[in-house]
């Protein structure tokens, strides 16, 4: 009878650990259906909308039905593989777009430009998200996607904040909202003239302020030189992501250890410190490009595996926003980030107009 019920255990174990390894693969096939269909949505609006937005736009219509797959099929390990670890090796294939000569073409002015903006952006959100009773978490995001490159660092901070995925839909939602607004406000006040500045002074603004990369393509088109000095400016912000999240991690370190002060010991270690090192495999991959000569097809290819990877992390987080959690961050939330884009859009042009 022993030998029997030995017997039941270990096909029972096997029975679980065969349908929890299918799940695992439906629910990468879940991600790459829906990341395929993401691919061709974008290149047909291309440059309107980059890939990694209509990702999480096509994952939140599908939402609703996450629930019942995930019963059905317990696709949740897969769809957890895809955002978290999917989204780290998109990051760090991200560093193949940039290069360190490219950013040295800016001289000073220009890396001052973007490192105040980083520096007072990030700082006012979580000034401003206090002020408005924001949840921190939520604040800090929409900060680091108005601060730096969008979506990307959403999905980065997301990652070493281990936040749930519902305050980064709501920080994304807002975000694509003023990223298109800019795209399109932008090239019509450089038409109607209304602002003294040449097109290199434009390219510095428009790279400056706008919130995505696919952002910043589409605003910049107005002109050759805007559109490659607006580049080079928005992929300087984007290298700024690395110091920002080493700093963001020492800091939660540091007030989770205020917390725990007086707690025993193995709650302290417990607590250890988070480095995140997709940011620093990010800066190796950077270095990497510019210092080797890579052939054009291994870089094209390590930015179409970027590209995918990240597409893949934000179709996953579409898939588990909560939506009640999203609506009720909603009018705060909103309120952080329209004011967020005054800021950018202001305080950059004050930068270009004084600097330049």
């Known amino acids: 009878l022993h030998t029997t019920e030995k017997i039941y255990k270990q ?7 065969k349908y929890k390894h299918l799940g695992f693969l439906y629910g990468l096939l879940i991600l790459g259906v829906i990341s395929a269909c993401a691919m061709a949505i974008s290149a047909i609006l291309t440059p309107f909308l ?33 955002a978290k670890k999917l989204l780290r090796a998109g990051i760090v294939c991200y560093g193949s777009y940039i290069t360190l000569g490219e950013i040295a073409t800016l001289g000073l002015n220009g890396l001052l430009v973007s490192l105040i903006v980083v520096s007072v952006v990030f700082v006012c959100a979580i000034v401003i998200g206090r002020m408005l009773k924001l949840d921190n978490e939520i604040a800090m995001l929409v900060g680091i996607g108005s601060a730096v490159c969008g979506a990307a660092a959403i999905l ?20 694509v909202i003023f990223g298109l607004c800019g ?15 040449n097109d290199y002074q434009w390219g510095i603004f428009i790279g400056a302020s706008l919130h995505e990369v696919a952002n910043v393509v589409g605003a910049a088109a107005i002109s050759p030189e805007s559109q ?27 007030l989770a250890q205020e917390r ?18 997709f940011a620093l495999g990010f800066l190796a991959v950077i270095v990497c490009n510019s210092v080797i000569d890579f052939p054009a097809i291994v870089i094209e ?25 999203f609506i009720s961050f909603g009018a705060k939330t909103f309120a952080l980030a329209l004011t967020l884009f005054i800021i950018l859009l202001c305080g950059t042009y004050a930068l270009v107009y004084v600097l330049f």
């Open 11 to 17: 096909t029972a174990i096997r029975t679980i650990m």
């Open 50 to 82: 980059s890939p990694l937005i209509v990702g999480i736009l096509l994952g939140a219509a599908l939402s609703p039905l996450y629930p019942r797959l995930e019963k059905a099929y317990d696709i949740q390990s897969g769809i957890t593989f895809g």
């Open 156 to 175: 980065a901070l997301e990652s070493t904040l281990k936040t749930h995925p519902s305050k980064s839909s709501v920080a994304l939602g807002f975000i």
């Open 183 to 197: 795209m399109i406000v932008l090239p019509v006040v450089y038409y109607s003239g209304l602002l003294p500045l």
């Open 228 to 254: 490659n000095v607006a580049l080079i400016v928005k992929m300087t912000r984007v290298v700024l992501l690395v110091p920002l999240l080493l700093i963001i991690s020492y800091i939660m370190f540091k």
């Open 260 to 277: 725990i002060a007086h707690e025993d010991s193995q709650a302290k270690a417990q607590n250890a410190l988070y480095i995140p090192y």
């Open 301 to 325: 290819s390590t930015q179409f595996a970027s590209k995918l990877l990240l597409v893949f992390a934000m179709v996953a987080l579409g898939l588990q926003i909560d939506w009640q959690k």
